[in-house]
T-cell receptor, first 108, second 116 residues
Framework: QKEVEQNSGPLSVPEGAIASLNCTYS??????FFWYRQYSGKSPELIMS??SNGDKEDGRFTAQLNKASQYVSLLIRDSQPSDSATYLC????????WGAGTKLIIKP | EAQVTQNPRYLITVTGKKLTVTCSQN?????MSWYRQDPGLGLRQIYY???????DKGDVPEGYKVSRKEKRNFPLILESPSPNQTSLYFC???????????????FGQGTRLTVV
């Protein structure tokens, strides 16, 4: 079992809809949780970080953390074509452990 | 501007010719690391450094060397590159690894290496 798992996709979502990205992790002691967006050939950039159970909202993005079930999700509201990218989930206990990423395609 | 700078951005080399990819950060971060990224495999850590003169292997260290003589610099060295090291490489730094708000990773622009 991988330490951080994501569905590789691609996940296709119509423009204006809600995109839902999920990530599960295996180490219960994980402390910090991050979502990064990566455009093709570019470096990952931080979208959201979350450290405690519940929801955290920032503009069109909402991160959700459920430590009991060991999953973290990212919701993107009012999806735009510019949101088309690969979204990487990262979990930190001491080192950052990365998921392989979910490719998101927003269809106009 | 706070940043992580990698050079070169693109490099084509021949098998066996030693090369160095430089990485420098201006944020006084303690933690630095190198990743390679290949299609379908995500980010895989090559080496990391918790502080000056402290380095350790990541998940895929074979064929690579690093050094951390100064806090700001963390070069990646390929002593004898082979075609299976063709990849997209990223350097990253973090303020610390103790958990919480100061542990996000800041990435360099990436180096696309081709070994023929």
């Amino acid at each position: 079992q991988k330490e951080v798992e994501q569905n590789s996709g691609p996940l296709s979502v119509p423009e204006g809809a809600i995109a839902s990205l999920n990530c599960t992790y295996s180490d219960r002691v994980s402390q910090s949780f991050f979502w990064y967006r990566q455009y093709s050939g570019k470096s990952p950039e931080l979208i959201m970080s979350i450290y405690s159970n519940g929801d955290k909202e920032d503009g069109r993005f909402t991160a959700q953390l459920n430590k009991a079930s060991q999953y973290v999700s990212l919701l993107i509201r009012d999806s735009q074509p510019s949101d088309s990218a690969t979204y990487l989930c990262a979990v930190r206990k001491y080192q950052l452990i990365w998921g392989a990423g979910t490719k998101l395609i927003i269809k106009p | 501007e706070a940043q992580v700078t990698q050079n070169p951005r693109y490099l084509i080399t021949v098998t066996g010719k030693k090369l160095t990819v430089t990485c420098s950060q201006n944020m006084n971060h303690e933690y630095m690391s190198w990743y390679r990224q290949d299609p379908g495999l995500g980010l895989r850590q090559i080496y990391y450094s918790m502080n000056v003169e402290v380095t350790d292997k990541g998940d895929v260290p074979e064929g690579y060397k690093v050094s951390r003589k100064e806090k700001r610099n963390f070069p990646l060295i390929l002593e004898s590159p082979s075609p299976n090291q063709t990849s997209l490489y990223f350097c990253a730094s973090s303020p610390s690894t103790t958990g919480g708000a100061d542990t996000e990773a800041f990435f360099g622009q990436g180096t696309r290496l081709t070994v023929v």
